[in-house]
Structures are given as structure tokens and as C-alpha cells.
């Protein structure tokens, strides 16, 4: 009995220290984005210590918008290629929703927490991608700004 009580008073400090994103907290997402970790329903992390690509999102003021692959080169620029989804930004009742659709896939993703250096999101099968805000990387050194 103890220890039910235990996990259901932790349970509720959890849920109550959630973050709420609001509709202001949107023009966050734009941006380059990298991957830090998944955590899978079972509970089980898979931690991401490097990454090849990022994922780029651009969503404008109707909360319509792409997210694309993109590749960050030693000089601080990133490949890219003509591929994306579109990303629309729905709200419902107290939660936040990103839809994504392509020519051949429609599907959703709720957003857990977001704020300029954090984004975490689930999808429909419960597994949590967590996001840490990216930059251009630029080793060569030259002082060169990067655009």
C-alpha cells in the first residue's frame, strides 16, 4: 500500500511538471535539429552519439510547414536534397500535434516538450525522439561566417 502510494504521488509531481507548449512556442521548432536519443514503450534508449543528418524544419505563421533530412558538412553548410514532408501544427484540447504527409505516408507525432534547445516528440507507437537544437559545424577554421 505504501509503495502504491509511492508511485502514484510521483506519478502526479511528473505530470504536473510537464511542459505546456502554447502556440507562441511554434517559431521554436524552426530550425536544425539533431538526435539525441530514443526511448522505446518497453523502456528501452538507444542514445545517438554522432549523426549523419538532421532534420530541418521550417513552419510558417499558419503553422503549415516542411521537415527535411539534411547533411551537415565539415565547412559549416549542409547537403540537402529535394525530398520533405509537409508538417502541419494542430492543436487539441490541452496537446500539440505535428502531422506529416508525403505523396506516399500520412502520420503524427505528439509534442511532448519544446523550448530553444530541447524538442521531444512521440509517435504512434509511444516511442519518444528526443531533439537537441543544431548549428552549422565548422572545422576548417577559416573565420569564414556561415550562412
Not at 553548410?77 to 505516408?105: G, I, M, P, Q, W
Amino acid at each position: 500500500m505504501k509503495n502504491t502510494f509511492k508511485i502514484l504521488l510521483l506519478s502526479l509531481f511528473f505530470i504536473g511538471c510537464q511542459q505546456k507548449v502554447e502556440p507562441n512556442d511554434i517559431t521554436k521548432i524552426n530550425g536544425y535539429w539533431e538526435i539525441e536519443k530514443v526511448v522505446f514503450d518497453s523502456g528501452k534508449d538507444k542514445d545517438y552519439k554522432m549523426n549523419e543528418s538532421y532534420d530541418y524544419f521550417e513552419i510558417g505563421k499558419e503553422n503549415k510547414g516542411i521537415r527535411k533530412k539534411v547533411m551537415p558538412q565539415l565547412d559549416g553548410s549542409f547537403l540537402t536534397n529535394d525530398a520533405y514532408e509537409n508538417v502541419t501544427v494542430r492543436f487539441e484540447e490541452e496537446k500539440v500535434f505535428l502531422d506529416y504527409s508525403t505523396l506516399y505516408a500520412k502520420w503524427t507525432e505528439e509534442v511532448i516538450a519544446l523550448s530553444d534547445k530541447k524538442l521531444v516528440v512521440k509517435n504512434t507507437e509511444k516511442n519518444e525522439y528526443h531533439y537537441k537544437k543544431a548549428g552549422p559545424i565548422n572545422l576548417t577554421g577559416d573565420g569564414e561566417k556561415i550562412k
